[in-house]
């Protein structure tokens, strides 16, 4: 199965977002832009792992995120990869404790990585939310400054999902399991 370990957007934060997004839409129609309740912001990818790999991948989740702490984050700015006249990817970035998310990624790919599922993606995490894709090279920077100055609302993430990704003419997100932040917070914020 084709999985991947991610933080949710709460409903309101993805329909705040959903509403900023809408004038974009109309005017980037040759850009995919994907269904707002497949948004996630990936923490680590795993592509395919076999069944029996699991229950200690669950384990092994688990335990990793109960070592950190919930943290305030926000959606912010916009951006390309791998560059905004070039681009193939359109997304908003992520504002909150950026040590303590990259963090987290590490020690759920380092647990993932001990129960067998091997990362496919082992660049640092660059913390965003994919907005729209493009099948091919598209100059976005005008798209990148029109939605530069969105500023979502903040939200509390309390924890992450192990999601089995379906793909098809529609891509599809399963939750297979839910894992709290369960740590204290350093100095008491998030």
Known sequence: MRLFVGLPLPQPVRDELD?????HRAAWPGLRWPDPET?????????????E??????TRLARAASRHAPMTLSLVGAGTFPSAHRARVFWTGLHGPRL????????LGAGAERAGAVQTDRRPLRPHLTLARSRTDADLSRLVADFGPFAGNAWEAGD??????HLGAVVRYETVATYP??????????
């Open 39 to 51: 948004w996630h912001v990936t923490l680590a990818f795993l592509g395919e792992v076999a069944q």
């Open 53 to 58: 790999v699991l229950p200690d991948l669950e």
């Open 100 to 107: 303590r998310l990259v963090r987290l990624a590490g020690s």
């Open 181 to 190: 932040l369960a740590a204290r917070a350093p100095g008491g914020q998030g």
């Open 19 to 23: 509403l900023a997004l809408e004038p």
């Open 160 to 165: 992450v999902h192990l999601v089995r990704s």
